[in-house]
């Protein structure tokens, strides 16, 4: 009998091998070929997302702007009580030091007849994601809060998004970093402050644009 258990722990021994080190070293390999394929493409998906909030919360601002001027008949900046001409930066409350609401506007605060009474604070709001940023520039005299132009950008993306009030178009430009004030052009009463005569102009601050190999301008073009 001790020969035959001899036997078999011996021919368990041969059939219990491990992994050779060749084994190994090609699993691992094909972990790091899929790892580096995988990452930049989670990266840019990610990108992709911030960028689309910071499209959604454009056009939601462009809905608040026009509910705006159907009461007062006049559009606001994003500076400190509506004021016309080129606005500051917005933020969501999350991200002070500045809010997203222009705070209270004063009677004709923003032209010589509108709006036709004070508007207690917030004035008018914009809903604004988590790390996104706004401006609005509106006219200025002698057409004073009649056209507006803004811009939106996410800080972790790479697009800033753009509109006008005087076309139905939205645009874009490459933008990288923090958005700073300065992003969207002055806005001038009946011109397309972003695209005229069908030639791109360059953006402002976070906006002014970098070439990307195939993946857009460094001017502002219809999106």
Do not use: H
Not at 21 to 32: F, P, Q, R, S
Not at 86 to 106: E, F, V, Y
């Amino acid at each position: 009998m001790g020969g035959k258990q001899m036997k078999m722990k011996m021919k368990m021994k041969k059939k219990s091998k491990g992994f050779t080190l060749i084994e190994l070293l090609i699993v691992v390999a094909i972990i790091a070929i899929l790892a580096a394929i995988a990452i930049p493409q989670f990266s840019a998906y990610r990108i992709k997302g911030y960028d689309a909030a910071a499209l959604a919360d454009l056009r939601n601002a462009r809905t608040a702007q026009e509910a705006f001027f159907s009461d007062w008949q006049v559009y606001a900046s994003s500076a400190a009580g509506g004021a016309a001409g080129n606005g500051g930066r917005l933020l969501d409350n999350q991200n002070t030091p500045t809010s997203n609401s222009t705070g209270a506007i004063a009677q004709d605060g923003i032209s010589a007849s509108a709006p036709s009474a004070a508007i207690a604070a917030p004035g008018l709001q914009f809903g604004i994601s988590q790390n996104v940023s706004l401006e609005a520039n509106t006219s200025g005299a002698p057409n004073a809060g009649l056209g507006y132009t803004m811009a939106t950008k996410n800080s972790n993306g790479d697009r800033c998004y753009g509109v006008d009030s005087d076309t139905s178009s939205i645009y874009w430009v490459n933008g990288s970093g923090v958005s700073i004030v300065g992003m969207a052009p002055a806005s001038i009463y009946g011109a397309d402050d972003f695209y005229p005569a069908g030639k791109g102009v360059a953006g402002g601050g976070a906006c002014t644009g970098y070439p990307v190999a195939n993946q857009g301008s460094t001017t502002w073009g219809p999106l």
